[in-house]
């Protein structure tokens, strides 16, 4: 199955929601609508799913033009950020009410149920009713409600989003295996770079109602087309340096310049963006470098496992994240030292000319 989106927009009040988006998406297949709240993510669910038609363009399933079919005659199935079951059922009958309203014979409800509650490992709660469960339990519950349903489309807009550190991370370490189980088209909606990354497959950047970027996830991540892109697909936000390359060397905004080496050295002439994230740059106390910059510590925030330090240079804030704990003084001068083979580079119209080989 495939289910397609030809240069659809959508327009409410005359404000655009969608605009020209085109995309193809297959069976068997987990896609992640990556952006920033407002950035067209529901919107775009609520194409593919059928809920809302497009201003102009079309939605196609395997090739037929399927715009304006009504959702219940489409095979669809959606898990929202806030789960919804019914409370007063057990577990087993929240998940074997799609195949009750569809008619299914009790020997099959009997069967896909287990199934579904083995998959998502509710089995020890299949008599409990919601309000026994967990917010984890109960979210598990709402997507093997949406897996028994055995839709050939299955839409989940942001469904970990309301859960705690601890249920997330254990959801999603289990979604991936689910996805691959399932054979259906996924599609999962996060506002999180890491969430992206941990799910895999393919990644669809969005940004005010844009696609900016599809392709595989890793890919898109690693080589990020357009400064935008890089933006959306970084988390802490992407740090920004100016740049001009000329006769050989790099004049840095600031005032610190360098020989043209590693990704600097195959640049034209010319004025340039330089991207780099927060595990890309280093912080030395003392040393020095001739890609080093004098940066002064705002806040520095330590999670246990990681220390992100905050910190203004020349009107600029960056944050650098490093392993362990660091403890660092607001106000302190410290080096911040950025590896010229480690950036991402841009043009004057924001495209990538140069990233990192890794």
């Excluded at 715009?67 to 095979?75: A, E, L, M, N």
């Excluded at 705690?164 to 999962?188: H, N, Q, T, W």
């Excluded at 963006?273 to 030395?284: C, D, K, T, Y």
């Excluded at 001739?290 to 009107?315: K, M, N, P, Q």
Aim: proline share 5%; charged share 20%.
């Amino acid at each position: 199955m495939t289910v397609t989106l030809d240069h659809v927009t959508r327009t409410v009040d005359g404000v655009a929601h969608i605009r020209d988006v085109s995309l193809t998406l297959e069976s068997g297949t987990l896609n992640v609508l990556l952006g920033p709240t407002l950035s067209g993510k529901t919107s775009i669910m609520r194409l593919l799913a059928g809920l809302d038609k497009p201003t102009t363009g079309k939605v196609l399933v395997n090739g037929k033009d399927v715009t304006g079919v009504d959702v219940r005659q489409r095979s669809v199935a959606m898990v929202y950020q806030q789960f919804i079951n019914y409370p007063s059922f057990t577990v087993y009958e929240n998940i074997a009410s799609p195949l009750r309203v569809q008619g299914k014979p009790r020997e099959e409800i009997e069967a896909r149920v287990a199934e579904a509650a083995k998959l998502l490992r509710l089995e020890p709660f299949l008599k409990r009713t919601p309000l026994q469960l967990s917010g984890g339990q109960q979210q598990r519950t709402a997507m093997a409600r949406a897996l028994v349903k055995g839709a050939d489309l299955v839409l989940l807009d942001e469904p970990l989003a309301n859960l705690d550190y601890k249920l997330r991370e254990e959801l999603r370490a289990e979604l991936p295996r689910i996805f691959e189980a399932s054979g259906a088209i996924f599609v999962y909606a996060t506002t999180e770079p890491t969430e992206a990354l941990l799910l895999g497959g393919n990644t669809v950047c969005m940004w005010e109602g844009q696609a900016l970027q599809i392709g595989e996830t890793p890919s898109v991540y690693r080589r990020p087309q357009t400064l935008r892109v890089a933006q959306v697909f970084s988390d802490p936000p992407l740090n920004l340096v100016g740049i001009e390359k000329k006769n050989g060397s790099v004049q840095y905004a600031g005032g610190i310049a360098a020989p043209a080496s590693g990704l600097y050295s195959a640049l034209a002439d010319g004025a340039y963006r330089v991207g780099f994230r927060a595990h890309q740059l280093a912080l030395a106390n003392g040393e020095t470098d001739r890609h080093a910059f004098h940066a002064t510590v705002t806040v520095t925030e330590i999670t246990g496992s990681e220390s992100f330090v905050h910190l203004t240079r020349d009107g600029s804030n960056w944050v650098a994240v490093l392993h362990g704990v660091h403890e660092f003084e607001p106000g302190q001068t410290i080096d911040a030292v950025l590896d010229p083979n480690d950036v991402f580079v841009f043009d004057a119209a924001d495209r990538l000319v140069a990233a990192p080989n890794s």
